[in-house]
């Protein structure tokens, strides 16, 4: 294992299990810590999310998202994620299923009132990225192999994180055939709950530490060239909300715009607004 794939961090809510990702415009690192988990051994949570680009690629993203947790008493927790994407824009649309993520949680200190976990995991490029023979920013997934890593702390109403995410190899999309960057994510946030309802507000930063590179259509055939600019960072204020129906139920619902945009969106990843909405069951 390399340097760009060992996590060294120090840190100070948004639970692993908020499925609200959407909030981050990420590429799955985002995955990595938050400040709600459901109580149980078992949870199962659909979540339906609407995104925007903006100008001046006009893309809208529709996600449906089927999360599953499951919690080993003592050892940690597994938490599986899989969506149904659907992206639209000037050239056409595509539709499909995205990639799989999967995060384990192991508990490395008590805090008192709260906790510090690591979280290690991956991204599994299952969706297929030449659908409609379009770009890589209108297709499902990424198309490429991930490592996730992280730290998150919870401290009553306070939660932050350090994530990176490093993916491996470069997409077969046969436009774009992109390679990421390594992508950092700082987030800190709070939640207040009273009875039945919490709500809460986050901010995430989220750096792309390298730039990516794409196929170059100019020169000879498997020639690449990085894309200036692509280094680039997006930092996010989310609001959420969640109302407990019963001991099992519960209701969420998000809403995320940045306060520092991409501007290279090659990767589909760009966010001028996020909105989500779901329901998670405990056993």
Known sequence: MTFRHFLIA???????????????????VCSIGGSHEPEGMFALSADYSFGTSGSPDNLRFHSVQVSARLAFPTIGRLSVTLPFNSQSGPLGSVSGIGDLTIVFSKPLLALGPGDLDLQIGGKIALADVNAG????????????????????????????????????????????????????????????????WTAGAEFLVLKRLQESSVLDT??????F?????????????????SWTISANV??????????????????????????????????
């Open 133 to 196: 023979g379009l770009p890589q920013a209108y297709q499902s997934g990424l198309g490429s192999n991930d490592l996730l890593a992280g730290l998150h702390v919870r401290l009553s109403g306070f939660n932050a994180a350090v994530a990176w995410q490093a993916p491996f190899g470069r997409s077969k999309n046969a436009l774009t055939r992109l390679k990421r960057g390594d992508d950092l994510l700082l987030r800190a946030g709070y939640s207040y709950a009273a009875g039945p």
């Open 218 to 223: 100019t020169a000879p055939p498997e020639t």
């Open 225 to 241: 060239r990085l894309v200036p600019g692509s280094d680039q960072t997006q930092v996010n204020v989310v609001g959420r909300g």
């Open 250 to 283: 519960e209701l969420t619902a998000m809403i995320a715009v940045p306060l520092l945009k991409r501007d290279i969106n090659v990767d589909g990843l760009t966010r001028s607004l996020a909105l989500s909405t779901g329901i998670s069951l405990s056993l």
């Open 10 to 28: 120090s840190l100070l809510p948004a639970g692993f299990f908020v499925p609200l990702h959407a909030q981050c415009s990420d590429a799955g």
